[in-house]
C-alpha cells in the first residue's frame, strides 16, 4: 500500500503540470514562435545561465547547515524544486521539498526550518544589493514615471503591509503557544546563523550563493534580450530584471506567474524597450528559466519521491 501510494504520488507533479501547459498553451505558443526566430546562441547562453542558477542555489543550500550535504541529491532537488514552484505561490513548493529533503539527510524539523528561513534571507538580501549596486552605477537605467503606480497607492500598499506585519507581530506576541514556537525557532536560528559564520566555508557558499543566482537569473534574461534584438544595454536588462523580481515579491503567485511576468514587461518598457519586444522577452525568458524545464523537472520530484528522498 506505501509502495503504490508513493508511485501515485510520484506522477502528480507531471500531471498538473500538463494540465498548467495545457491551460496556457496559446501563450506557450507565442513565447515559442518569437525564440524560434531568435538567435541560438544566445538562447544557449541563456540556457547555461539557468543551469548554472540551480548549482548556485544548491551551493547556498547547503551554506545554511553544517552538516555536508550530499552534492549529487542536493543539485537534483533544487532542479525538482522547479516544478513544485510553478504549481505554489511564494516559493511554498521549493521549500517543502528542501524541508523533506534536509529531514531525510537527519536534521530535525527546528533546524531545516531556520535553514529554509536564512536561504530566504539571504537571498532577498543579495538581490536587494545587487540591485542597489546596479542603480548607484546606472541611475537613470530605468525611467517609470507613468509606469508604477503613484505615490498614493504606494503609501497605501505600504500602509497595508505595515498594518499586516504588525497584527502578524501583535498575534504572535498574545498567543502563547505561538510565543512559544516563535522564541524556539529564533534561537535555533540565530545559534545555526553563528555557527554557520565562525566557519569561512560555510558563510562563503551561502552568501557567494545567494548573489550568484540572481546574477545569473539577470544574466539569462540580457542573453534573451540579445537573442531578440532588444535595443537595450545589458546592465539597463539586469536593473530591470532585480528591480521586477523584487517588486513582484510582494504579490505571490505560482511560479511568479503574472506577477513577475507583468513587473518585467514594465521594467523593461522602463528600460526603453519597445512594448512589442518587451513582452517578446519576457515569453522568451519564461520559457528557458521556467516552462521548459518544467516538465523534466516534475519527472526527477518524481523519481525523488519514489526514493524517499523528498
Known amino acids: 500500500m506505501g509502495k503504490g501510494w508513493r508511485a501515485a504520488a510520484a506522477l502528480v507533479p507531471a500531471a498538473a503540470l500538463c494540465g498548467w ?10 513565447g515559442w514562435r518569437d525564440l524560434v526566430a531568435a538567435d541560438r546562441t544566445w538562447l544557449f547562453g541563456a540556457l547555461a545561465a ?26 537534483a532537488t533544487q532542479f525538482a524544486a522547479q516544478a513544485a514552484n510553478q504549481l505554489t505561490p511564494a516559493g511554498i513548493g521549493a521549500g517543502a521539498v528542501n524541508l523533506r529533503f534536509l529531514r531525510g539527510c537527519g536534521l530535525p524539523l527546528g533546524r531545516t526550518s ?22 548607484l552605477a546606472f541611475p537613470h537605467a530605468l525611467r517609470v514615471h507613468g ?21 502578524a507581530a501583535a498575534t504572535a506576541v498574545a498567543v ?10 529564533l534561537a535555533t536560528a540565530l545559534a545555526d546563523a553563528r555557527s554557520l559564520h565562525t566557519r569561512p566555508a560555510r558563510a562563503l557558499a ?15 534574461l540580457v542573453a534573451v534580450a540579445h537573442a531578440l534584438a532588444l535595443p537595450v544595454p545589458a546592465a539597463h536588462v539586469a536593473i530591470a530584471y532585480l528591480a521586477a523580481t523584487c517588486l513582484a ?25 519597445p512594448a512589442a519586444t518587451a513582452t517578446s522577452a519576457v515569453l522568451g525568458y519564461r520559457i528557458i528559466t521556467a516552462w521548459l524545464p518544467a516538465l523534466p523537472a516534475a519527472f526527477v520530484l518524481g523519481a525523488l519521491v519514489r526514493r524517499k528522498v523528498v
Open 50 to 75: 539557468t543551469a548554472l542558477g540551480w548549482v548556485a542555489v544548491a551551493v547556498a543550500r547547503q551554506g545554511t547547515v553544517m552538516e555536508p550535504l550530499p552534492a549529487g541529491r542536493l543539485l
Open 21 to 30: 501547459a495545457l491551460a496556457h498553451r496559446a501563450l506557450l505558443a507565442t
Open 249 to 273: 515579491a510582494g504579490v505571490p503567485t505560482p511560479g511568479g506567474m503574472g506577477s513577475v511576468d507583468a513587473a518585467l514587461g514594465v521594467a523593461l518598457v522602463g528600460a526603453g524597450a
Open 206 to 220: 551561502l552568501w557567494g550563493g545567494s548573489l550568484a543566482f540572481p546574477a545569473l537569473q539577470a544574466a539569462a
Open 114 to 135: 531556520a535553514a529554509l528561513a536564512l536561504y530566504s534571507l539571504a537571498e532577498s538580501v543579495a538581490r536587494v544589493t545587487l540591485l542597489a549596486t546596479l542603480l
Open 147 to 167: 509606469l508604477v503606480p503613484t505615490g498614493g497607492t504606494v503609501v497605501v500598499v505600504v500602509a497595508a503591509t505595515a498594518t499586516a506585519a504588525v497584527l
Open 176 to 185: 502563547r503557544p505561538l510565543r512559544r514556537l516563535l522564541r524556539g525557532f
